[in-house]
Structures are given as structure tokens and as C-alpha cells.
């Protein structure tokens, strides 16, 4: 699998096949032991990017809610229900011998 680097290894660097596959375990594990060391960096970057993103659809969504809470309360104001009662049904408000007062004990 291997057999042109240890063509290459006989003819340009002279070393032996063993020293040659010792350099190159040593390398892999050098390769391995690097990328578990920077493997952590980079995933909290990743999360890091990942935050400030979810953290302003939260201001996003925070400022939409609170917009929707003020029309919400627009919606259910009294006077706002009492013109539409009388505009669109016609509704008036009641008399003085209408309006009866019931107490309870």
C-alpha cells in the first residue's frame, strides 16, 4: 500500500524502512494529538457564532411580542369597543330607567 514511500524513503532520504515507519507513526500521532488540541477551539467559535445568532432572534422576537402586546391591549380598550358597538351595531347606551342596581349582602 504504502511500497512508493518506502521507494521514496530508500532513494532521497536515506533512512531505514524502520526508522522510516517510526518518523511516520510519530508524525500521525504528532497530526492527532494537533487536532484534538484545536478540535475544542474550534467548536467554541462555531457555538460562539451560534449564541449571537440565537440571541438576536430573542431581541427580535422580544420586540415583536411587545409590539403585539400593546396592540393586543389597543384591541380590548373600552373606548375602542364602545365605538364599534355603536357604529356597526347600532348599539346606544342605556337609559336612566334601564339601568338597574342589584346589591348583595
Known amino acids: 500500500m504504502f511500497e512508493w514511500m518506502g521507494r521514496i524513503a530508500k532513494t532521497q532520504v536515506h533512512v531505514s524502512p524502520k526508522k522510516f515507519w517510526v518518523i511516520m507513526m510519530f508524525s500521525v500521532f504528532l497530526m492527532v494529538g494537533a487536532m484534538a488540541f484545536v478540535w475544542p477551539n474550534v467548536k467554541m467559535v462555531k457555538m460562539a457564532y451560534e449564541y449571537q445568532s440565537l440571541a438576536q432572534e430573542k431581541r427580535r422576537l422580544l420586540k415583536e411580542n411587545n409590539l403585539l402586546m ?11 369597543i364602545l365605538f364599534l358597538a355603536e357604529k356597526y351595531t347600532d348599539l346606544q347606551p342605556p337609559e336612566k330607567g334601564q339601568v338597574l342596581t342589584v346589591f348583595l349582602k
Open 70 to 80: 400593546v396592540e393586543r391591549e389597543s384591541l380590548k380598550s373600552l373606548d375602542r
